[in-house]
């Protein structure tokens, strides 16, 4: 196991023409939708080779999690696989952590790519294998409902391992520079490992996060929740994705105008500034990744910086690389 101050290594790079294993470890995936996603993939070059368990339903899951596991652990054997992708996210895989064969993944190295409820396993990938893994679309997901430009651009690039690369920033909650390994993800998932030993060491990297369909209330107490932990107290800087609360009360896209302050009315920047009020570490926003389009790939672990461009107007850039 590596340590966070250690730079994770990129995987071997995969590319149009390559087999890429499709996993189900979270939640059962309509048909269509992966059929679709599975065809996007044929149309990006690579050859799918599909789980198992993918048409398996038990209860919220794509089958019980022995079932997942096992179908899971026959593509992590298989030595023609360049990639593994996954189908969906939802909820299963915190379930099956502790059964996962570490050791044939480490026999086995390549990339993985996944998001949501995929986080854990991850930042698990980092931090025990030692590689970059690959915070991007679902094959039930965003492949199914058809990806930009952008995001196609994207995926293939990271799965190729061409770095160095840069991604604009839309705003500052506090301006800075800072560099460290790029970890976080799903901010629920996130907080449901703390108190584990799933939770990453975020010691002196750039943290990002994202997530949907979450109340103000309950984005402000997980940002709590790891503050009070003391987790965020050695970061070197933070970086918000896609987030996008159900709250009439909450405007999105940036502070509420003159109108909404009057109402008592918070944009989610100004919420984020408020929980996060304590810590001095640059603070970005607006990161084109999470789940909402466009959903760009992020390679967790990979050597980053965040740069405010000397103060210059404007958002900045994430350079990673």
């Known amino acids: 196991m590596i340590t966070q101050k ?9 590319g149009p023409g390559d087999r890429v294993g499709v996993a189900a470890l979270s939640g059962p995936v309509d048909a269509e939708r992966l ?33 997942r596991l096992a179908a899971f652990h026959r593509l992590a054997a298989a ?32 990339a993985y790519l996944g998001y949501s409820d995929l986080t854990p396993f991850l930042l698990a990938v980092v931090r025990r294998l ?3 893994a690959f915070h991007g679309p679902l094959v039930g997901g965003e492949l199914a409902r058809g990806i930009g430009r952008a995001e196609r651009d994207s995926l293939l690039a990271a799965l190729a391992g061409r770095y160095p690369a840069e991604l604009p920033l839309a ?19 996130l907080t449901a490992t703390l108190g584990t030993p799933w939770f990453p060491d975020l010691a002196g990297a750039l943290v990002f996060w994202e997530d949907v369909n ?7 107490r997980m940002l709590t929740h790891l503050a009070l932990s003391g987790n965020l107290d050695a970061i070197g800087g933070m970086i918000v994705g896609h987030l996008d609360a159900p709250d009439a009360n909450i405007v999105t896209d940036g502070p509420a105008g003159d109108a909404g302050r009057a109402r008592g009315e918070w ?49 900045g850039r994430l350079l990673l690389g």
């Open 35 to 67: 059929e679709r996603g599975l065809a996007a993939l044929r149309g990006m070059g690579f050859e799918p080779v599909l789980a198992d368990n993918a048409a398996s339903r038990e209860g919220l899951f794509a089958g019980g999690d022995a079932e």
């Open 171 to 189: 705003g500052w909650v506090r301006r800075g520079a800072a560099a460290g390994p790029l970890l976080g993800g799903c901010l629920s998932l």
């Open 267 to 315: 944009g989610m920047e100004a919420l984020i500034a408020d929980s996060l009020r304590a810590f001095s570490w640059p603070l970005a926003w607006g990161l084109d990744s999470g789940h909402r389009p466009p959903n760009l790939t992020l390679p967790l672990g990979l050597p980053a910086r965040l740069s405010d461009d000397g103060g210059a107007p404007g958002g």
């Open 130 to 132: 030692g590689l970059v």
């Open 79 to 110: 030595p023609d696989l360049a990639a593994i992708l996954f189908t969906r996210g939802g909820h299963g895989v915190l379930r099956v952590l502790p059964g996962i064969d570490w050791e044939l993944l480490r026999r086995r190295p390549r």
């Open 214 to 220: 979450e109340p103000a209330y309950r984005i402000d």
């Open 6 to 14: 250690e730079a994770a290594r990129l995987p071997p790079p995969a």
